[in-house]
Structure formats: structure tokens, C-alpha cells
């Protein structure tokens, strides 16, 4: 089965003109990958990279369409917070290695995340119709709906459900940002 790029899922739902064939569409292609991109694309995160496009060679490969899905973990490095270590000459190079890496699709998913584009493409209702409190955050005095995981469920499933769960994905962001500063100061002890 061939895998949908990042960037062509985004595109499809963009060009889709029906709200609903949009919810579809994301739901059809449900993965912690795609859920990345749109906290990445609704959520008030800092890049540290310079406005515009770089100049970079498209990728020439037909077969890339899944690299995104796994350079998603390197995205920190692009991001305010993530490694203030990374020179910033360093941090563009390797971004435009990681558009030289992807889809041309993807590459342009990224540019757009990067300057906030995103969001004036789709709206923030068919995300949350979609993928009910993702992006959603608990205010506080309010507690968190019971967890409707079962014991029978696949580990998909219950990820799914997880990722939801606005309490959870916000434990999630606080341990990722605890490995970032992790990482940093053990790069700080090492260099002393």
C-alpha cells in the first residue's frame, strides 16, 4: 500500500471544497505524524529560521514519500527552545537538507509551517471536527474527561485516543521539552 505524504494529504484537504470531504480526509489519514503537523501549524511555536524559502534542490527520488514521518523528531531543531546549542548557520543547513530529503510536497509543507501559512489555508474547525481536542487545551479549574481507553483496543487505537486527550498531549509536550533541556545540559557538562 503506498503511503501519503505529509505535504499531499495537506494539499488534498486544501483543495477539497466541501467541509466535510475535508474532515474526511483527515480522518482517513489519521496518524501521529499528521497530528504533529497540525500542532505544529495552530499552536503559537517560535522558528528559528530565517523568513522566505532557502534555496534548495528539490528531492529527485520518486520513493520518499514516508521521510517525513520520520524526520518529525528533528523538527525541535528548527523550533525556539529546542537547541539554542545549534549554530544558526548550522540550523538552516540542516533544514535545507531535510527539504532535500522530502517530497516536494513536504518541502512545501514545511516553508508554509515555518511562515504560518497554514492556518489561512484550513481552518481550525475542520481540524477540531476532525480530531476532536487536539488542539484543544485544558484552562485551568477544569478536569479532563475520564480516559475511554480499553484493554481491547489496538495500540493505534488507544493512540488515537491518547493524542485526543488534551491533559495527556500536554504531559507529552512538557517530557519533550524536558529532553530537549535534557540533551542541553548534558551537551553544557561535556563542554565544561
Not at 518529525?72 to 523550533?79: D, H, N
Not at 549554530?87 to 514545511?110: G, N, Y
Request: glycine share 4%.
Amino acid at each position: 500500500m503506498r503511503v501519503n505524504s505529509l505535504g499531499d494529504i495537506i494539499e488534498e484537504v486544501i483543495k477539497t471544497p466541501e467541509n466535510k470531504d475535508k474532515v474526511d480526509i483527515l480522518r482517513r489519514n489519521d496518524h501521529p505524524g499528521l497530528r504533529s503537523i497540525l500542532l505544529l501549524a495552530f499552536n503559537d511555536f517560535e522558528w528559528v529560521l530565517s523568513k522566505g524559502t532557502p534555496r534548495y534542490t528539490p528531492c529527485p527520488h520518486l520513493d520518499c514519500e514516508g521521510v517525513l514521518y520520520n524526520e518529525l523528531k528533528r523538527i525541535y531543531l528548527f523550533l525556539k527552545d529546542g537547541n539554542d546549542d545549534l549554530e544558526p548557520a548550522r540550523r538552516e543547513v540542516l533544514f535545507i537538507q531535510l527539504l532535500e530529503s522530502v517530497t516536494p510536497s513536504d518541502a512545501r509543507l514545511l516553508l508554509d509551517l515555518k511562515d504560518k501559512k497554514i492556518p489561512n489555508k484550513i481552518h481550525i474547525e475542520i481540524v477540531e471536527e476532525a480530531f476532536p481536542g487536539l488542539l484543544n487545551i485544558v484552562k485551568c479549574g477544569q478536569s479532563a474527561p475520564p480516559s475511554p481507553i480499553k484493554e481491547t483496543m489496538t495500540r493505534s487505537e488507544k493512540t488515537k485516543l491518547k493524542w485526543a486527550d488534551p491533559v495527556w498531549r500536554a504531559r507529552q509536550i512538557e517530557i519533550f521539552k524536558k529532553r530537549v533541556y535534557k540533551k542541553k545540559e548534558e551537551k553544557e557538562v561535556i563542554h565544561e
